[in-house]
C-alpha cells in the first residue's frame, strides 16, 4: 500500500562524524530509522519504533557537533535547520550561553498512498483538518494532499511551510509536493502572517499548513476559510474533544460559549441552567482523527459533531483503514457522550501548576504574599495549568506542545520576577467578571460606536485571555485598540485605525 519515494537517508548520514555514520550503516532496520541523537557528553543514540540503540560507547565531543552543524542550513528562530532538498530536520539544543549542545536529526520520508484512505474528503473542496500524536504521520499526509491537488487536479496549492517541515531545507521545494508552491516562514511566530499574506497576494484555491497552534493562526485560518478557500491543516491535538477543551484552538471548531438558559428550556434539555454552546460555524468542515498510521477516525459534520459532544448526543462517526490487501475498509461506530459541563473557575479550585522555566521559590514567595494556595507538580499530565514566560512559549518546546495537545490552559509571564508572577497569580484568582460572549458583544458594540465616530471607547475590565479576544475582534474590524490601566482594573481601549 505504501511505497517510500523519497528516504535520502545517505544525505542525513552524510553530515555525521565518521564512527557515528559507520555505526549506524551497521544496523540492519534504517528503513525504520526514526531519529539520531547527539547530546555532548554521552554516547550517541538511534530511535526506532520500538527501540533505542546506542551507537556508539565513545562520548559525543564538540567536534562531533560541529561536524554536523557546518554540514546544514542555518537554524531558525526555533531552533531548526535541514538539509537542501531533502524532509530532514536537524534540532538544536543550546545552553545558556547560545551555544549548541545537542542535536536531534529527524529522518524525513516522502511516502506514496497515505492520502488514498481520505483522498475522497480532500477532493471534496471541504476544509478538513487533521489531528493526531506527534510522529503519527500528519504531515506526510499534508505533503501528499499537496501533489494530489496541485499534480491531478491541477488546482493552484501553496504550502505555507514553517521551519521547511514540508517541503525540506532550501529554497526549492521537494518534489513530494508536486508543483504546489511553497511559501517559507522566516519565524513560526510569523506563521499566521504568512497565511493571510498567501491568500491575499496569490490567489491560491488550497492552503496547506502544518501544526496550527495560536489564537493568531486560529484566527487567520477563518479569514482563509471565510474567503473561500479550501483549507486543509494540522493542529495540536489528538482528538476532536482535545480542540473542545483547548481555548486556544476551539474557534477552529466553532468556538465554545457558555449560554444561560430559562427556566423552561433548561427543564426540557433536562441540563443545567448554564450550558456550553458552540457559538459559530466551524472553520473545518471536516475532521480526521490519526489514530494509527493506516487508520482514521472520520467526523464529516464538524458542527454536528461539536454540538453532539456538547449536548451529551449519541455521535456517528466514520472509521477507515487499510486491509491487508492496500484497500481502504470503512465501518459506522456511534459514541454517546455526557454533557460537557462549564468546568469551574481556577480561583475556585487549588490549581495543580507545571512550572516551565518559572523559579518556584518566587512564585510561592509571591502565593504567600497573595494568600493563595497552590500546588505545583513535576508531572504535566496532573497538572490543571502551565505557567511559563513568554520567551519560552513563543519557542513551542515540546513540553507546551503536550500542553496544548491535552488542553490545558496555559500562563506565560513577560519576565520571571517576582511583580510579573503576583500580577499573573491575580488573573489566576480574581472571578472573571462576565462570561467571554458578554465580553465580546460589549467589543462588537464598541467598534460600531468608533465607526459612527463616537470613540475612542473603554471597555470593562477583564482578565488577559479576554482581552487578547478584544483585541483580535478590533484587529478583525480594521481598528487599533491597546489596554490602560493595573490589574485587576486593566482593560480594552478601541480606537480609530
Not at 525540506?168 to 518534489?175: L, Q, Y
Amino acid at each position: 500500500m505504501q511505497k517510500v519515494i523519497a528516504d535520502d537517508l545517505d544525505a542525513l548520514l552524510g553530515v555525521l562524524s565518521q564512527h557515528i555514520r559507520q555505526a549506524l550503516l551497521e544496523q540492519s532496520d534504517n528503513s525504520e530509522l526514526l531519529e539520531i541523537v547527539i547530546d555532548l557528553g554521552r554516547p550517541p543514540e538511534a530511535r526506532y519504533p520500538h527501540q533505542e540503540v546506542l551507537l556508539s560507547h565513545i562520548e559525543v565531543t564538540d567536534s562531533d557537533i560541529e561536524h554536523v552543524v557546518s554540514r546544514i542550513g542555518c537554524f531558525s528562530g526555533d531552533n531548526r535547520a535541514g538539509i537542501e532538498r531533502t524532509l530532514h530536520r536537524i534540532s538544536a539544543m543550546r545552553n545558556r550561553e547560545g551555544r549548541i549542545v545537542g542535536l536531534t536529526l529527524r529522518v524525513g520520508r516522502a511516502i506514496f498512498g497515505t492520502v488514498k484512505i481520505i483522498q475522497d474528503l480532500v477532493e471534496s473542496g471541504k476544509s478538513v483538518l487533521l489531528l493526531g500524536r506527534p510522529g503519527i504521520g500528519k504531515t506526510t499526509m499534508l505533503r501528499e494532499v499537496a501533489r494530489v491537488l496541485a499534480d491531478d487536479f491541477k488546482k493552484r496549492v501553496i504550502v505555507v511551510d514553517t521551519s521547511n517541515e514540508i517541503a525540506g531545507d532550501g529554497d526549492i521545494p521537494h518534489p513530494a509536493i508536486g508543483h504546489a508552491r511553497r511559501m517559507q516562514v522566516p519565524t513560526p511566530t510569523l506563521q499566521h502572517a504568512v497565511m493571510i499574506e498567501a491568500v491575499e497576494n496569490h490567489m491560491p484555491e488550497v492552503i496547506i499548513i502544518d501544526e496550527i497552534g495560536t489564537s493568531l493562526e486560529a484566527e487567520a485560518a477563518r479569514t482563509i476559510a471565510e474567503r473561500g478557500v479550501q483549507l486543509i491543516g494540522t493542529a495540536h491535538g489528538n482528538t476532536l474533544d482535545n480542540l473542545i477543551v483547548n481555548p486556544t484552538l476551539s474557534d477552529l471548531i466553532g468556538g465554545i460559549q457558555t449560554v444561560t438558559l430559562g427556566d423552561e428550556e433548561a427543564r426540557r434539555r433536562h441540563t443545567q441552567k448554564s450550558v456550553l454552546e458552540r457559538k459559530a460555524p466551524p472553520t473545518f468542515d471536516i475532521v480526521v482523527e490519526i489514530q494509527e498510521r493506516d487508520k482514521v477516525t472520520i467526523h464529516s459534520d464538524v458542527g454536528q459533531a461539536v454540538d453532539a459532544i456538547l449536548h451529551g448526543r449519541t455521535q456517528e462517526t466514520e472509521v477507515r483503514w487499510f486491509d491487508e490487501n492496500g484497500e481502504v475498509r470503512r465501518d459506522k461506530v456511534t459514541t454517546s457522550h455526557a454533557p460537557k459541563k462549564k468546568e469551574a473557575a481556577p480561583n475556585r479550585e487549588t490549581p495543580r501548576i507545571y512550572l516551565f522555566g518559572i523559579n518556584r521559590a518566587k512564585l510561592e514567595e509571591a502565593a504567600r504574599e497573595r494568600g493563595v494556595a497552590l500546588e505545583i507538580t513535576s508531572d504535566i499530565k496532573q497538572s490543571n495549568l502551565l505557567l511559563t514566560a513568554k520567551t519560552y512559549y513563543h519557542r513551542k518546546p515540546q513540553k507546551i506542545r503536550d500542553a496544548e495537545m491535552a488542553g490545558i490552559p496555559i500562563y506565560a509571564v513577560r519576565s520571571n520576577n517576582l511583580p510579573q508572577l503576583r500580577q499573573c497569580l491575580d488573573t489566576i484568582f480574581t472571578p472573571q467578571r462576565e462570561p467571554p460572549s458578554s465580553a465580546l458583544a460589549e467589543a462588537e458594540q464598541a467598534i460600531t460606536q468608533v465607526k459612527d465616530g463616537k470613540g475612542p471607547v473603554e471597555l470593562s475590565p477583564q482578565n488577559a485571555y479576554i482581552r487578547r479576544l478584544q483585541h483580535l475582534v478590533a484587529e478583525r474590524n480594521g481598528l487599533a485598540s491597546h489596554s490602560l490601566g493595573k490589574e485587576p482594573k486593566r482593560r480594552v481601549q478601541i480606537i480609530e485605525g
